[in-house]
Each structure stands twice: as C-alpha cells, then as structure tokens.
C-alpha cells in the first residue's frame, strides 16, 4: 500500500505557497502567469517552477486567487479564511492550529481580539513581515460553550474567578452573589455569558464549585473541566448501561465458536480492572501452535445508535490520571460485563492463528466467540515464569511458547523497518490519603512485549483482512495510520544525538527507522537512553485516527487498525462492527466514518494532555515539602524562557528561568539546540547534569520552579 508523501517536495510546496502568496499581495492589480510569478521570485528551476503552476491553480479552485483568464492569475481581493484552535503563547502573541493547512499560522497579539487561549477561531491570512503565514481573528466560535476552570476571589457584591490557564490573561467578572464568601479561594467552573466591547473582563456565570483548592478531588475535577472531559455519565446512559445482564444466552453462545475448554490466560498491569484481552494456546498434531487473541465483545452490548454507543463516541476513550480512570463505558460494562475476568464465562471477538515456531502464519480465523480464562498474570508473576529455569511451574510451557514465538514476530517487524521505541512510563505510589510518597519509572520487560506483540498481530492482519487492496471493493476501516517524520524535525534529532556524541546519519527516509534501533542499541544502559528515545518521538509524526490509510511509519505496517481494546478506545469498537460485517458479507455505508475519525484523533490528544497535566500536579504535591531542596538533575529540555530539568532522585521535573539566571544574559539557539551566555559564552546542552534547589512549588499551576547551584 503506497504512503502519503510528506517528503522534501511537500516542504518546497509550502514555502512557495506563502511565497506566491506575498507576490500577489504586493502586486494586488497584475494578472500574473506561472512564469512571471517564477521570475519575481528568481526560480529557473523546472521542477519548482511546475510546482508552481500546480499551486497557482490550486489557490484558485481554494479563493485565494482569481483566474482571469487561461494560465493568468490575480489576487482575489480578500483572504482565505481558516478554522481552527488557538494557542497562545507566554509572550502574549498565538499560533492556530487548524488541520486545513500544514504549518501552524502565526497572530501577533494585536491580532488575537478578545479570543483567549483554546478558543476555536476563524482566521484571514494578513501580510506579514516573516516569510511564515501570519493571521488576524475575524471571529471566536465556541468561547459561550467553553467551560473554564479557576479559583474564586470572592467580594462584598461581586467575585472574579481567576483561570487556572496561565495563558488565559484575563479574568472572569461574576456578578451578584452566586457564590458565598466562605467560598473565596476554592477551585470552580463558570462559563462566559457575555463580553460587551465596553468590557474589559468578560462576564461569566458558575456552573460548578469543585471544592477546596489543592485537593486531589478538586485539581483532577479541574483537570478533566479544562479538557472538556465529563468525570460522571448521563443518568439515562447508566440506566442503559446497568439493564445489561451478566448471564450469556444460551441460544447466542450455540452461535459462537466455543474456546472454553482451551486453555486461555489473561496478562495485565497489578492494578488493572478492565480486562479487554485474553490469549489462549493450543500445541497441534503438527507440530505448530494455534493463539486465539480475544478480545472483550463489547460490540454485542453497545448497540449502534443507543444512549451507551453515543456517549461513548463522545468520550472517545478512557482517561487514565495518576489516581483514578475516566471510563468509556460505565464500570458495569467495563469493569463487570465486558471484562475478560477469570473463571467467567465471557464472550469475545476472537483473531485465532495458527503458526510455525518462527511466527509464521499458517492459517488465520476471525469471529465471535464465547471464552472462559483459567488464570489471571500481573505481568511480574508471568515475567518471573519466563524467565526462571524452573519447569515445575503451573503454564510454564505455555507462557515460555508465547514469549518465544513473540520475540520471531518482533524479529520479523523490526527486519521490516519497524522502530523500536519503548519509552519507560512514569508511576506514582500513593499513600491512602492520595499523596505521592514514591515516583518511579517502569520499563517494558518480556512479559509487556509478549501481549503487545500479540495485540499488534491481531491488530495487523484485521486492517488487512477488511482493507486488502486486492480485493475488488474493500470496505471503509478507520485505520491507526502514522505518516513518515518531518525531514526537518529528523535533522533536528541528528543535532539532539551529537549532544551526546553520537553521529546520526541516513541516505534515505527508508533508512532513518533502521539507525534510529541502532542508535538504541548502542545507548542502552547509558543515562540518556530514555531521553534520546523521547527525542525520537518528538522527531516523529502523531499517530491518528483515518479513513485514508497511508500505513504506520513506526510499525513498519502497511495495514494496522485498532481492534484490541474496545473497552476503553470508540477505534476499536468501530472496527470490530464493520469486521463482522465483513465476515457475514454485508455490504454496508458508514456515512460520516471520516468525521469520527477525526473526532477520536481529538478525544485522544485532549486525554493524553489531562493525563499529562495529571502527573505534572503529582509531581509538584510531591515536592511541595521539599522547598529549598537541592538535587542533582538532566537537561531535558531547552526553550527560550528556561532551561527544564529532570531530578535523577524522583524524576520529577522543574524549569530553571532564564531571566533568573545571575547578571549573565543567556540566549537559546534553536539551530545548535543549545542554551549560551552573550558575554562568558557558557553554554548548556541536553543531558548536562546540574545541581538544582527547588525554588518554589504551585499545585495550582502545576509547576515546579528550580534555581541553578552548580
């Protein structure tokens, strides 16, 4: 399956668009042909130069430009307008996001109106002074919709509420006495209702009091708001939800293929609740190995259409934080119905393979099954079985086949061109009053890699059986597709590697997957590994959700879809109803699959950034006692306000200001990715270790300020 390309040719695109677009605007009355529009802007080249016939049509079809006649073209008099999200940033000045144009577009703050940070806005193209696109709001969508989460300053006659978004500059005037006095200082959420041009604080109205500031319940409340992530279903959603039996019908279980009495083993983290899947293992006559990869059968239960499918929609997907999980699907479903839990009988979609020692696929079966698991791993239980020598050991055989014909399938991907990333995950420990007393990271070991490999094997040959280009009419899929990196952005992590000595070099983008595992390979054990492997990610595009598959960079896939866990993502739920229909022959429309796709990519961002912000609050309640600390810490990150730095002791990270760095005036080089001194020349450099004092600490910015000792 070919890739959409984002190579070169699509960066020299871009440049020439918005330089075509500043050609036009300083001759607003010429009709000017492609190669006239080459000339003013000194291209004799003949491949840019057809570029440029091809963009110049096309800013016409988009009324950015007017054809006058065959070949000639003139401005149009007024500027494109474009959708999208607005964020600001600390010097005043924001960029929109929009996913109409390829470059985020520039508005200086004269130009941002009365839209405030996240707001969705309408934008004109306006002449700039740089050669980037610059923009001038012309309309705020959504600001009377938007749900803003702040503390409350409670007067005699009025109150404000100060966001918590520190890019939010302005606070929100409450008029009367919606709230008490007694409630001055505690954490709450109010809409704008209106924000008259005489006005210089809009005014909102109070949806909710979350409770006392600098409680778990209420930050994480607080968090959950500011993402636009509901914490509690609809009523009618939970009555849905709770009229669902737990008994199996008899005359549906006659329906399904019956694994039962086959041996089937679930493997999940120690704190898991929602078990969405489950593998069992067969040893055949002929010497090779059928794995059925089941997976909860949450399909049977939401029914299209219903209250449940369309709130999980809306959700998108589950939200883990550090101390609590936002389901999907309400806890009877996800934690009871749905759940793959031992000595249950349960149903499941299945993908069953039979395959040789080597990971080979012999024969392939997907369908509905009914399953029941004999054995519930952690992953250190079924770890600790890998690797002991000791035989005796209940599903030893089984566990060691497992982990053997994973690591020929992970061979395989990896000879493919598949990128071998495993960045280690941040975990806290809290005591029963929710306090972090321990933050550490947890690494993927043998037993992690065995179900991931399993799951991205199911996941694999599912896009492929329902998306197969051969096929004379393959149906519509949303895909799990992941674009080749920003050759730009690669070049940026050869510049991160040669911080730490290393030499990054390729000949081709097919290569660039290749020296970043060997890359890997030599850094592993080395104190920068987990930080130039987050390099790597930052290098790399987002993975999203499409109807368009373009295959998974990162995979190595050409097909790859999410099928494995449709308890806590909508992708995978989609994806098992068209697989049914695929498998039962029905030919069937899926009106609006591109606009759900684009929806869950949304969901999914918005869930990674709460749980982000999630382990930032932990991280600061941690070390709100340790004021005036001094620790030792990495660089990890370089910017034009401060330098970032994680502490080696408890991995919590800090930000040292710039400004508040001596007499010295310190600039950042954004080409050499380095931090220097305009007078000393000093310079600070990704991975540089530094001694730190910890300055000061807010919970309700979740941020940790560090002064620099040595």
């Not at 098992?576 to 999914?604: C, D, M």
Request: net charge neutral; aromatic share 8%; charged share 30%.
């Amino acid at each position: 399956m070919s890739r959409k390309k984002k190579s070169s040719k699509d960066k020299v695109s871009n440049s020439l668009k918005n330089d075509i677009l500043k050609v036009f605007d300083e001759n607003p009355n010429k009709q000017l042909n492609y190669k006239q529009v080459a000339g003013t802007l000194n291209i004799s080249d003949n491949q840019a130069r057809k570029i440029i016939y091809t963009l110049l049509n096309g800013m016409a079809r988009e009324g950015i430009l007017k054809e006058t006649q065959k070949g000639k073209f003139k401005s149009s008099g007024g500027s494109k307008q474009i959708e999208g999200v607005l964020d600001v940033s600390r010097n005043g000045s924001g960029y929109v996001i929009s996913d109409e144009v390829k470059d985020d577009i520039f508005v200086a703050e004269k130009n941002l109106g009365k839209a405030l940070n996240g707001d969705r806005v309408v934008i004109e193209l306006v002449k700039g002074r740089g050669r980037k696109p610059e923009g001038k709001v012309v309309q705020v969508k959504n600001q009377d919709q938007r749900l803003i989460v702040g503390t409350l300053d409670v007067q005699e006659h009025f109150s404000f509420l100060i966001p918590d978004d520190p890019k939010i500059n302005v606070d929100l005037f409450i008029s009367g006495s919606q709230i008490k006095t007694s409630e001055s200082g505690y954490k709450a959420v109010a809409r704008i209702i209106d924000w008259p041009d005489s006005a210089k604080n809009p005014f909102g109205k109070i949806v909710e009091i979350l409770g006392k500031p600098e409680s778990n319940e209420a930050e994480m409340k607080a968090i959950l708001t500011a993402y636009g992530i509901s914490y509690s279903f609809p009523e009618e959603v939970l009555r849905e939800a709770n009229q669902v039996s737990m008994e199996l019908p008899e005359d549906e279980i006659a329906r399904r293929r019956d694994f039962r009495k086959i041996l089937t083993l679930t493997i999940d983290p120690v704190d898991a609740k929602d078990f969405d899947d489950a593998l069992s293992i067969e040893f055949l006559d002929n010497g090779r190995t059928r794995i059925g990869i089941h997976i909860a059968d949450v399909s049977h239960y939401v029914v299209e259409g219903s209250a449940l499918d369309v709130e999980a929609k809306e959700r998108g997907n589950s939200v883990y934080l550090v101390d609590r999980v936002i389901p999907m699907l309400p806890e009877h479903l996800s934690n009871g119905v749905c759940s793959l839990r031992p000595n249950e009988d349960k149903f499941a979609f299945s993908a069953v393979f039979e395959l040789k020692a080597d990971g080979e696929i012999k024969d392939e079966w997907f369908g509905k099954t009914v399953i029941n698991s004999d054995r519930r791993f952690v992953y250190e239980e079924a770890q600790d079985i890998i690797t002991s020598t000791a035989n005796e050991q209940q599903y030893a055989k089984e566990l060691r086949t497992l982990d053997q014909i994973a690591k020929e399938l992970r061979k395989k991907r990896m000879a493919a061109g598949a990128l071998e990333i495993h960045g280690a995950e941040l975990r806290f420990e809290l005591d029963n009053e929710g306090k972090p007393i321990e933050i550490f990271k947890k690494t993927s070991q043998d037993a992690n890699k065995l179900v991931e490999e399993f799951m991205l094997l199911a996941n694999r040959r599912v896009a492929r059986f329902v998306g197969d280009v051969k096929k004379k009419n393959p149906s519509p899929l949303v895909y799990r597709v992941h674009d080749k990196p920003d050759m730009q952005k690669v070049e940026q992590f050869a510049v991160f590697a040669s911080k730490f000595g290393k030499n990054f070099s390729y000949k081709n983008e097919m290569e660039i997957a290749q020296r970043m595992n060997k890359l890997f390979e030599e850094m592993k054990g080395e104190t920068e590994f987990d930080m130039i492997q987050q390099m790597a990610i930052k290098s790399m595009s987002k993975a999203v959700y499409d109807t368009d598959n373009i295959g998974h960079f990162g995979l190595g896939f050409d097909y790859y879809a999410h099928f494995t866990s449709p308890i806590r993502r909508y992708a995978d739920l989609i994806v098992h109803r068209i697989l049914f229909n695929e498998i039962h022959k029905v030919k069937k429309q899926y009106p609006g699959l591109t606009a759900t796709a684009n929806h869950i990519s949304i969901t999914e961002r918005r869930a990674v950034e709460a749980e982000r912000a999630s382990k930032k609050y932990f991280q600061a309640l941690y070390l709100e006692d340790k004021e005036g600390e001094i620790f030792s810490g990495i660089i990890t990150g370089l910017t034009d306000w401060g330098i970032y730095v994680e502490l080696e002791e408890n991995y919590c990270e800090g930000m040292i200001s710039l400004k508040d760095m001596g007499n010295e005036h310190y600039q950042f080089d954004e080409k050499k990715y380095v931090i220097y001194g305009t007078k000393s020349g000093e310079e600070f450099n990704l991975g540089d270790r530094l001694k730190v004092r910890v300055l000061s600490v807010s919970l309700a910015r979740k941020q940790i300020d560090l002064e620099l000792i040595e």
